[in-house]
């Protein structure tokens, strides 16, 4: 059988991939990868317990729906303290109570004072039901003056890693939709295990005929170009968040495309709100059949919609909370 071009450049991808995450497909199951040097496999789609979660009015049509993704192979659930001021992790508990060896159990802390975040952390074992949570990020990170408050001696970060000693908390990571500089020095910083970033083919910057990256100076750098190398170098598992850009480039190219733009970074998983049950059913089904993009159709994607969506997508994000 004689590959065409295509053919040849999806299995270098492929292979890439595999040497970079551990990616492991099964015809029929969701592909799993390694979570950074925690040398856990996850799916290689999550769930997200924000905005999109909450849409379900009701708890009984939320936690089916949870149900149904982990019933489908999604075993990484991301959730948080104030998506719904504790509604979510209280959903999400209901259905850790007879399931929690299924997933792989994320929660977030926007708390910045130690003591009440310490306090919403307790908080949050009782919503999920648990006894252990298998990561816990510092959420949202925003300015520098954000990230001084984390890092201070005796802050939120530093609660967080003598937890992760004690094994109630797993894993330790940050998020960041608002300023890749900042996350970047983050992740320089501090002995994170894992880090969240907005990663989507809208956000990247613009290209010129020559196929170099140009940076409109209105516009800010990516998280794609400024920290996720460090994460990577640093050998984090990478979440990526914010793949269809709060549903802001959905329908500028084909949903496959837009899923696949993140899931053929060297990234763990990408983690997707899906606020109705055929959302779900997709979903899986495009990340069943994932074919990594090839470099030069991933730049072709990303110019055309990072000169249209980029600058409007940034100031979005900047004030942008998913509650």
């Given at each position: 059988?004689?590959?065409?071009?295509?053919?040849?450049?999806?299995?270098?991808?492929?292979?890439?991939?595999?040497?970079?995450?551990?990616?492991?497909?099964?015809?029929?199951?969701?592909?799993?990868?390694?979570?950074?040097?925690?040398?856990?496999?996850?799916?290689?789609?999550?769930?997200?317990?924000?905005?999109?979660?909450?849409?379900?009015?009701?708890?009984?049509?939320?936690?089916?729906?949870?149900?149904?993704?982990?019933?489908?192979?999604?075993?990484?659930?991301?959730?948080?303290?104030?998506?719904?001021?504790?509604?979510?992790?209280?959903?999400?508990?209901?259905?850790?109570?007879?399931?929690?060896?299924?997933?792989?159990?994320?929660?977030?802390?926007?708390?910045?004072?130690?003591?009440?975040?310490?306090?919403?952390?307790?908080?949050?074992?009782?919503?999920?039901?648990?006894?252990?949570?298998?990561?816990?990020?510092?959420?949202?990170?925003?300015?520098?003056?954000?990230?001084?408050?984390?890092?201070?001696?005796?802050g939120v970060l530093e609660r967080l890693l003598k937890m992760r000693d004690g094994?109630?908390?797993?894993?330790?990571?940050?998020?960041?939709?608002?300023?890749?500089?900042?996350?970047?020095?983050?992740?320089?910083?501090?002995?994170?295990?894992?880090?969240?970033?907005?990663?989507?083919?809208?956000?990247?910057?613009?290209?010129?005929?020559?196929?170099?990256?140009?940076?409109?100076?209105?516009?800010?750098?990516?998280?794609?170009?400024?920290?996720?190398?460090?994460?990577?170098?640093?050998?984090?598992?990478?979440?990526?968040?914010?793949?269809?850009?709060?549903?802001?480039?959905?329908?500028?190219?084909?949903?496959?495309?837009?899923?696949?733009?993140?899931?053929?970074?060297?990234?763990?998983?990408?983690?997707?709100?899906?606020?109705?049950?055929?959302?779900?059913?997709?979903?899986?089904?495009?990340?069943?059949?994932?074919?990594?993009?090839?470099?030069?159709?991933?730049?072709?994607?990303?110019?055309?919609?990072?000169?249209?969506?980029?600058?409007?997508?940034?100031?979005?994000?900047?004030?942008?909370?998913?509650?």
């Amino acid at each position: 059988m004689t590959l065409t071009r295509r053919q040849i450049l999806e299995s270098a991808a492929m292979a890439s991939l595999i040497s970079a995450t551990g990616h492991s497909a099964t015809p029929g199951k969701l592909p799993t990868r390694l979570l950074g040097k925690t040398g856990v496999r996850v799916s290689v789609l999550g769930i997200g317990g924000g905005s999109r979660f909450l849409a379900y009015k009701e708890d009984d049509k939320a936690i089916e729906a949870l149900n149904l993704a982990i019933d489908s192979g999604i075993g990484y659930v991301d959730t948080a303290q104030n998506y719904g001021n504790g509604v979510s992790e209280s959903r999400v508990g209901k259905v850790m109570a007879t399931r929690r060896k299924e997933v792989f159990l994320v929660t977030k802390i926007q708390e910045r004072d130690p003591d009440k975040a310490m306090a919403r952390l307790e908080q949050s074992f009782k919503n999920l039901q648990t006894d252990r949570i298998d990561l816990v990020h510092i959420h949202s990170l925003t300015t520098e003056e954000d990230l001084a408050i984390v890092e201070r001696k005796g802050g939120v970060l530093e609660r967080l890693l003598k937890m992760r000693d004690g094994k109630s908390v797993r894993f330790v990571g940050v998020t960041s939709h608002t300023d890749p500089n900042v996350l970047k020095t983050a992740l320089e910083r501090h002995d994170f295990d894992c880090t969240q970033m907005a990663l989507n083919a809208a956000m990247v910057g613009m290209m010129n005929g020559k196929g170099g990256m140009v940076i409109n100076p209105a516009m800010r750098p990516s998280f794609e170009t400024i920290a996720l190398p460090v994460a990577l170098r640093k050998k984090m598992g990478v979440l990526a968040m914010k793949v269809y850009a709060a549903d802001g480039i959905v329908g500028q190219a084909p949903l496959d495309k837009l899923m696949y733009y993140a899931m053929s970074m060297p990234v763990s998983a990408c983690v997707i709100g899906m606020p109705k049950l055929e959302f779900i059913r997709e979903n899986v089904k495009l990340a069943q059949a994932f074919k990594p993009l090839a470099g030069k159709e991933r730049r072709q994607l990303s110019d055309a919609l990072s000169s249209k969506n980029k600058l409007a997508l940034d100031r979005y994000f900047r004030d942008h909370v998913d509650a």
